[in-house]
């Protein structure tokens, strides 16, 4: 079996603290270069005008109020109103028990003709810019009325947030989420909303995106996934994937080409099915949403996959409009193993949110300019194996980031059997904290 990837073990810092590597602007520097140059006939005269001129020029720039700022005011303002039409619409229609289907729209057509991902990199640098501390507390205070945000969770106060994308990836304060310490749960990784959930069954492993649209998650995860599959009728091959699982748990110094969670062959997936056992769960966060991603469950992270793709946005109307969307955005995907066998996170950005942040592989970088976009390249993939371990997570510890909110979706294997089988403890539309309980089984 061939493994795309670095062939000396890397060497991972796990504890490190989570830091901004993109370059810092200052607010003040970045409105001078963008201030157009007075004309000369201007300096002339503001020179003849001696003292008093310039005692009167410098009270009217002190009322001055800079043009980024009225924008950022009005953006606020804008997607606020936007954001409260599209929640009463989407609440009218489930108090009325009406599901969306699948209907692709002109905007959906018009969105592939956009530059997004130059967008979201022009937006990831105007967020970067570091703002005077007498204004960071009416941007955050604006944003977090516009897109409901507890700024009471902050750990820290709001004027030591540099930045705009400082503020979206901030921490919470000790004791804001309780986590699920539950040896038979498995808990949210995110605070979100749960668009879908349920088992993988029949040929292909189709997740639902919306009634009338679904795809595979081998495409999701990569066609070179470890994904449980079985051929189409061939119940051996089953039964003796099932016995390896089984001894997984005691098989954790191995390493991971000896494990095998599926079968390395090449095979067909649209005509193989999934093992039974195997549940996926889609959450979708709000751009108001806390933004770090946790692990679910004491999990060995062993392969990271990122799909290059395109930006398109992930909320609910784009979820009815545009077909195969978390396939077709960018995305990152980590795949391992947990307690009760496989599992997989993908992270899938958005507009806006090309950048995803790995705390676990802080040198990955998200969004690259690149000259043409080609679906037909395989994903860059990359194995975590120092001294053949992985990289090892405790529920709840942070794995990575979205700058705004975005969507996660879990695939994980889980008990089936009758004394243990695992059942969801969640409803479609629910919201959902990061450490509450997804499901759960018995011993």
Request: net charge positive; proline share 6%; with cysteine.
């Amino acid at each position: 079996m061939k493994w795309r990837g670095f062939r000396s073990p890397p060497i991972l810092n796990y504890n490190r603290i989570y830091h901004h590597h993109h370059r810092r602007f200052h607010f003040t520097t970045f409105l001078r270069k963008v201030q157009p140059a007075p004309p000369r006939s201007f300096l002339g005269a503001a020179a003849a005008a001696g003292s008093n001129g310039s005692n009167s020029q410098s009270q009217g720039n002190s009322f001055l109020v800079p043009g980024a700022t009225l924008a950022t005011i009005f953006m606020l303002g804008a997607l606020h109103a936007r954001r409260l039409y599209d929640d009463n619409k989407i609440e009218e229609a489930r108090s009325k028990g009406v599901e969306f289907e699948f209907q692709p729209d002109v905007k959906a057509r018009f969105l592939r003709l956009l530059p997004l991902r130059s967008i979201s990199r022009l937006w990831g640098s105007v967020t970067g810019v570091e703002l005077p501390i007498w204004l960071r507390p009416y941007v955050y205070r604006a944003w977090a009325r516009a897109f409901h945000s507890d700024l009471d969770e902050a750990q820290l106060p709001l004027e030591e947030y540099a930045s705009l994308r400082e503020f979206f990836v901030r921490k919470l304060k000790e004791g804001s989420r309780t986590i699920d310490y539950d040896p038979y749960c498995l808990a949210s990784p995110v605070d979100g909303t749960v668009l879908r959930f349920g088992e993988l069954r029949g040929p292909g492993a189709m997740i639902e995106q919306v009634k009338g649209c679904t795809y595979s998650a081998s495409s999701l995860l990569g066609a070179n996934s470890y994904l449980p599959m079985i051929a189409a009728g061939d119940a051996n091959e089953e039964e003796n994937i099932g016995e390896e699982n089984n001894t997984m748990k005691s098989a954790n110094q191995k390493s991971w080409w000896r494990i095998s969670l599926a079968s390395p062959k090449v095979r067909d997936t649209e005509s193989s099915s999934p093992l039974k056992g195997l549940f996926y769960c889609v959450i979708y966060l709000k751009p108001g949403d806390y933004h770090r991603i946790h692990s679910p469950g004491d999990w060995n992270i062993l392969v990271r996959r990122h799909f290059t793709g395109n930006l398109f946005p992930v909320n609910e109307r784009a979820t009815r409009t545009i077909r195969s969307l978390y396939v077709e955005n960018e995305r990152v995907v980590l795949e391992g193993q947990w307690q009760e066998g496989y599992m997989a996170m993908a992270a899938v950005g958005a507009t806006n949110i090309g950048s995803i942040e790995l705390f676990i592989e802080p040198t990955l970088r998200t969004n690259n300019p690149q000259k043409k976009l080609l679906h037909s390249e395989p994903p860059e993939e990359r194995l975590y194996e120092p001294e053949g371990k992985g990289v090892l997570l405790k529920k709840g510890d942070e794995v990575a980031a979205f700058n705004m909110g975005s969507t996660v979706v879990l695939v994980f294997q889980a008990p089936i059997s009758q004394s243990s089988e695992f059942s969801f403890c969640v409803k479609r539309g629910e919201r959902i904290r990061m450490g509450e309980a997804l499901g759960r089984w018995s011993d």
